[in-house]
C-alpha cells in the first residue's frame, strides 16, 4: 500500500488543482447582441360594428325619418291567395283571403277586380283566370288550414 500513496496523492492533487483552477477568459463574440427591443404592429382588427351602428343611430341625418316612420306606423300586409271556389254553373264564384287576419274575406265572380287590381276574366274548376296586361294568367288555389 505504501507504494501506491505517492500516485494516490499524485492523483488527488492534479484533480484539486484541475478544479480549483480559474475558468479560461470567454472570448468576445463576433456579433453583439442586440439592444433595441422588438415589438410587432398590432394585426387589424374588423372594427366594431356596433359602436359604429350606435354613432350613426345617434346621427342627426336620421331624425326626419324616424320621425316620419314612427308617424306613419307599421305597413299593411297587402298578400292574398285564392282560399277556394264555390258556386254551380255560371254562378261560380272565388273565395280571396288575405295574410293579414283582419282583413275579412273577399267573394269575387267573373268582372271583379281581385286586390292586387287585375280583373277575373274566367272561373273554372280549380282555376281563376285574370288578365295581367295583355296576359291571360291562372291562378289555382292554394288550400290552407
Do not use: C, H, Y
Amino acid at each position: 500500500m505504501n507504494k501506491f500513496l505517492p500516485w494516490l496523492m499524485l492523483a488527488a492533487a492534479f484533480g484539486g488543482g484541475w478544479l480549483l483552477a480559474p475558468a479560461p477568459a470567454a472570448d468576445a463574440p463576433l456579433v453583439s447582441a442586440r439592444r433595441d427591443a422588438w415589438r410587432l404592429p398590432d394585426l387589424p382588427r374588423r372594427p366594431d360594428q356596433a359602436a359604429k351602428a350606435i354613432g350613426l343611430a345617434a346621427s342627426p341625418v336620421f331624425e326626419q325619418e324616424a320621425a316620419q316612420a314612427v308617424a306613419a306606423g307599421p305597413a299593411e300586409d297587402k298578400r292574398w291567395r285564392v282560399a277556394g271556389f264555390f258556386g254551380r254553373g255560371s254562378e261560380r264564384k272565388v273565395l280571396i283571403s288575405f295574410a293579414a287576419a283582419a282583413k275579412p274575406s273577399l267573394r269575387l265572380a267573373v268582372g271583379d277586380k281581385v286586390p292586387s287590381g287585375e280583373r277575373i276574366t274566367k272561373i273554372e274548376d280549380g282555376v281563376v283566370m285574370i288578365r295581367a296586361g295583355n296576359k291571360q294568367v291562372p291562378l289555382g288555389a292554394d288550400f290552407r288550414e
